[in-house]
């Protein structure tokens, strides 16, 4: 069975800085595309970034610049390291991943498109 577990969160003030980890477990980590979403209170989920088995990278227009998303296949994590934050980025933040392996699609940067996800972690950013 495959489990996602988030950790990390928290609050920090505004332009500080957050490291979000994810660890994966119950399949072959390094095969499948992985991805951040986040969701604000009262909106929609929404993707943040996602990197593919090959670390290839994608990111939202509202984070470019600021987060960096990574993965370890050799400790089954991935990481999204957030900089310069702002009040607009508190969320609970999720990772998720699709259940295809070696396969990207602009489908993955939707909600509907992943198939496993993590129960989240609260951030929390201070003006």
């Known amino acids: 069975q495959v489990q996602l577990v988030e950790s990390g969160g928290g609050l920090v003030q505004a332009g500080g800085s957050l490291r979000l980890s994810c660890a994966v477990s119950g399949r072959t980590f390094s095969s499948y595309f992985m991805a951040w979403f986040r969701q604000a209170p009262g909106k929609e989920r929404d993707f943040v970034a996602g990197?593919?088995?090959?670390?290839?990278?994608y990111y939202a227009d509202s984070v470019k610049g600021r987060f960096t998303v990574s993965r370890d296949n050799a400790k089954n994590t991935v990481t999204l390291q957030m900089n310069s934050l702002k009040p607009e980025d508190t969320a609970v933040y999720y990772c998720?991943?699709?259940?295809?392996?070696?396969?990207?699609?602009?489908?993955?940067?939707?909600?509907?498109?992943?198939?496993?996800w993590g129960k989240g972690t609260l951030v929390t950013v201070s003006s």
């Open positions: 990197i593919t088995w090959s670390s290839s990278t």
């Open positions: 998720a991943t699709p259940s295809r392996a070696n396969h990207y699609s602009s489908d993955y940067q939707t909600p509907g498109g992943m198939d496993y």
